[in-house]
Every structure is written in structure tokens, then in C-alpha cells.
Nanobody, 118 residues
Framework: QVQLVESGGGLVQAGGSLSLSCAAS????????MAWFRQSPGKEREYVAQ???????TVAEFVKGRFTISRDNAENTVYLQMDSLKLEDTAVYYC????????????WGQGTQVTVSS
């Protein structure tokens, strides 16, 4: 069983930065593909960024150039560095994990709130 715990959310002014962390419990973290999703009130959950077990990553178009995903296998942690934050980035951010041979993300954290103010 994979347990994920996010941290680092909070309140930040537009244009500012935040760094989210997601600590994973399993011994097999290095074999997992990891991702960040977010959900704003009244909206569907949406994909933000993903990183493979090999370290290759992609981000959604709407955060390209502003958000960076990375991982530290020694620390069993995945990060989301968020720069140039906008009001519309306000959401609950969720960390997710899947086995590399699965298409769907099977494991989810409890989420961390990010609020961007003007």
C-alpha cells in the first residue's frame, strides 16, 4: 500500500512562489510514476504535472514555464515548485502515484490547499 502525504500549501500573493512536497511511504517509491493534480471549487480535478520513475517529466500547458516537478528517490519525495502564481492557481493540490505498468493513478494524498491572493 502506498501512502502519500502532501505539505507546503498555504496563502501567497499573486506573482509569488510556493513549493509543495509529497512524501511517500513505500519502499518501492523509485518504481512509481508520480503526479500532481488540482481541484478548484466547482471544477473537475485537473492534471498539473507528472514525472516518471526515470525522471522525465511533463507539465500541463497552463502551468508551463511556471511550475516544475521533480523527485528525490533517496527521500521518497516528489516536489512541485510553483512560481509566478496566479489567482486561478488557487486549488487543493493532490499528489498521486501509480505503478509504471498502470495507466490510472491508484494512490492519492489527502491534498494541500494553495490560495493565491491579489
Amino acid at each position: 500500500q502506498v501512502q502519500l502525504v502532501e505539505s507546503g500549501g498555504g496563502l501567497v500573493q499573486a506573482g509569488g512562489s510556493l513549493s509543495l512536497s509529497c512524501a511517500a511511504s513505500p519502499r518501492s517509491f523509485r518504481w512509481l510514476a508520480m503526479a500532481w493534480f488540482r481541484q478548484s471549487p466547482g471544477k473537475e480535478r485537473e492534471y498539473v504535472a507528472q514525472i516518471s520513475r526515470y525522471g522525465s517529466s511533463t507539465v500541463a500547458e497552463f502551468v508551463k514555464g511556471r511550475f516544475t516537478i521533480s523527485r528525490d528517490n533517496a527521500e521518497n519525495t516528489v516536489y512541485l515548485q510553483m512560481d509566478s502564481l496566479k489567482l486561478e492557481d488557487t486549488a487543493v493540490y493532490y499528489c498521486a502515484a501509480r505503478q509504471s505498468n498502470q495507466n490510472e493513478y491508484q494512490y492519492w494524498g489527502q491534498g494541500t490547499q494553495v490560495t493565491v491572493s491579489s
